[in-house]
């Protein structure tokens, strides 16, 4: 991938940090990102009009993916998440291009990548939308830096339908993961990539599953653990902010949304419907 050259010299640390995803798994991240860095301002678009990203071509992500790139740098945003790992596999290159060097852009698959490829493992799975896993890029990224891991990525489709719907801590979603997770593909794992970022909202349910022997990887913890140093390095850190602004925006105002992005932010944010 071609270097953006990066100009982050017009950028001020009280500009608004902007993060996407399809739906609620955006919020995983989001919700890691009020905990590690409190006094930051957010712009957060769910576009919950056109998930499941998972089941969606490529074509169909890179747009979606890029008109909300525009929207969040519009905006004023200073970063941008990509917190959708099918928006990372198939239209990560295309957001970069669009933001041409002006906002550094994290995603959710390099930095998780890189940190699993050096740690002592040799079997790691991943679970992941069939975007993602069709991309391959999990298994690309980590033997990019550990040729000696052998990477399984499973497609669990139904797992995102089952979280949007609001069946966590339920028997339909236990059943769907008892399934998946029994899958023989995954039989030797010692380390497990939740590749979505809806599904650390069932992290509980999938560590049951496997009580000590395999490690699940907490994503939205190194994610922004790797948000944290870049603007640290730029000096875009909000540090002195005790009143942080959270603005919502979503392309259909869901149920789910609204009972998941309450409980992590409180009853008083409002969300706007936004169709980009
Ligand atoms: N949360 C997203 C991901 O990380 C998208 C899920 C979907 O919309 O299918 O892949």
Do not use: W
Not at 10 to 38: C, H, W, Y
Not at 199 to 224: A, C, H, M, T, W
């Amino acid at each position: 991938m071609k270097k953006k050259k990066e100009d982050y010299s017009d950028l001020n640390a009280q500009q608004p940090i902007g993060i996407f995803d399809s739906g609620v798994g955006g919020l995983t991240v989001a919700r890691e990102i009020k905990r590690m860095l409190p006094q930051e301002n957010l712009v957060y678009f769910g576009d919950t009009k056109h998930l499941p990203y998972g089941e969606k071509s490529r074509e169909a992500i890179v747009g979606y993916a890029t008109r909300i790139a525009t929207f969040l740098l519009e905006k004023n945003c200073k970063a941008i998440v990509i917190a959708c790992n099918s928006a990372t596999a198939n239209a990560l290159k295309e957001v970069i291009e669009l933001v041409d060097g002006r906002v550094p852009v994290i995603d959710v698959i390099n930095p998780v990548a890189e940190k699993v490829a050096f740690e002592i493992h040799t079997n790691v799975g991943v679970i992941a939308t069939k975007a993602t896993v069709y991309s391959g890029l999990y298994r690309k990224s980590i033997r990019k830096h550990n040729k000696f891991i052998k990477v399984v990525e499973l497609a669990t489709p139904m797992l995102v339908p089952a979280i949007e719907e609001g069946f966590r801590n339920h028997p339909i979603t236990h059943a769907i993961i008892y399934n998946y997770l029994s899958n023989n593909k995954l039989k030797n794992i010692e380390t497990l990539i939740l590749g979505c970022t809806h599904y650390p909202l069932l992290i509980n349910e999938i560590k049951q599953f496997y009580g000590n022997r395999v490690r699940v990887i907490d994503s939205p913890g190194i994610v922004v653990t790797e948000l944290k140093q870049i603007l640290d390095k730029h000096q875009l850190l909000n540090t002195g902010n005790k009143s942080p602004e959270y603005e919502f925006y979503v392309s259909d105002i869901t149920r789910n949304f609204e009972k998941i992005s309450k409980k992590i932010f409180g009853n008083a944010i409002v969300l706007n419907l936004k169709v980009l």
